[in-house]
């Protein structure tokens, strides 16, 4: 078994370490017993993650003498709700807990961002520890303190930027996950490839397709890859300013695709993050920005590992065009004196940061995918 990998982020006294590895759930306890002392933890998961994991991590806190309690909450992205966030909240202040007390997240970005979202509230704010479950929460959202709940409005509007005390992603939590949620986290890692590293998307030509069939080692190379690469990117623009951005990637498309397929099982957020990506690269490729063949590239390697690339039929079949999807984007929380902002490129590892595209150019684009 290889080792477990620790990567830093480093936020000076707010840093914190991210832990990669197989077995670490059984053996949390050793990594929080001294981060804890004596205090409590309250574990918050959903009814699905709490009947496959849950006993792996309650054995390894229940060796190192760590108490906690468990708060199972539903499955899926409408427990990522104002109702749900104040149900949470009202569960955890029944057991009278202390400002010293902590949370752990157990389960996937739902879960995390939830989670981590009430910490940040919960007596004005308690310490939070991320135990991602899924592949897209172990590379992506557990990282970098952003939590929040969606609204009618769209996704991630209400939040705080609220850190984790540390990170634990344990890779045998994956080999219990359907393929489409694996592929759903696996576009995340290729967004770290095409944001700024070329050399890591080639990699993952050539085997990506080991990464989605659970082999252990290239899955712990490209966490560990994408886990660094996110580090690394948080480190030097915690709130968002400028670089962290980047990160972006697809999202402002696949936001607004998750919007209009209802934010639930009809659309995975990785899944609208792939289309995002090949659309903004499409998008790039339209302007003159970018080689055409560098958008095929990116498509074929999607399509390849079994992701969408185009937007899903059945939006067109709801009515939905270019004009309601740009409507939503409109609501995007990156918007700036009423622009877009889109996340564009150059080519493969070539990304950057623009709100000077012409909406006509985003609506022909859409219009094109939409009716493909």
């Not at 199972?72 to 029944?94: F, I, S, V």
């Not at 359907?178 to 986290?185: D, I």
Request: with cysteine; proline share 4%.
């Amino acid at each position: 078994m290889t080792a477990p990998a620790r990567v830093r982020v480093d936020l000076g006294a707010r840093g914190y370490d991210i832990v990669v590895g197989a077995g670490l759930f059984e053996r949390a306890g050793v990594h929080l017993a001294g981060m804890l002392g004596s205090r409590r933890l309250f574990v918050v998961t959903d009814e699905t993650v709490a009947s496959a994991q849950w006993p792996r991590l309650e054995r390894g806190l229940t060796e190192a003498g760590v108490a906690a309690s468990l708060i199972a909450l539903p499955p899926g992205e409408g427990t990522k709700d104002l109702a749900h966030l104040g149900q949470l909240l009202d569960r955890l202040l029944d057991q009278r807990p202390e400002r010293r007390d902590a949370l752990l997240a157990l389960g996937g970005g739902v879960i995390g961002d939830l989670t981590g979202f009430a910490s940040s509230l919960l007596l004005r704010g308690v310490d939070f520890i991320q135990a991602p479950t899924t592949l897209l929460a172990q590379v992506d959202s557990a990282i970098g303190g952003k939590t929040g709940i969606n609204s009618r409005h769209g996704k991630n509007l209400v939040g705080t930027f609220h850190q984790p005390r540390l990170v634990l992603a344990d890779l045998d939590s994956l080999a219990s996950l359907p393929r489409r949620q694996l592929l759903a986290g696996y576009a995340e890692i290729v967004k770290y490839g095409l944001i700024d590293d070329p050399e890591f998307f080639t990699w993952l030509e050539a085997n990506g397709a080991k990464v989605a069939a659970g082999d252990r080692e290239a899955q712990q190379y490209a966490v560990v890859k994408g886990c660094t690469a996110k580090a690394r990117i948080v480190a030097a623009d915690e709130r968002e300013a400028g670089v962290r951005a980047l990160l972006n990637l697809g999202h402002t498309f696949g936001h607004a695709l998750e919007a209009a397929s209802g934010f639930g099982d009809a659309l995975l957020h990785g899944e609208a993050v792939a289309i995002g990506m090949a659309l903004a690269f499409d998008l790039s490729a339209a302007l003159g920005l970018a080689p055409a063949a560098d958008a095929a590239r990116v498509r074929r390697h999607l399509s390849a590992v079994g992701l969408p690339t185009r937007p899903p039929a059945h939006l067109a079949s709801a009515g939905w065009t270019a004009d309601r999807l740009i409507g939503l984007m409109a609501h995007d929380k990156k918007v700036s004196a009423g622009r877009i902002t889109f996340i564009l490129v150059r080519g493969i590892g070539r990304a950057f940061i623009s709100a000077d595209v012409e909406p006509q150019a985003v609506r022909e684009l859409l219009d094109g995918a939409i009716a493909a």
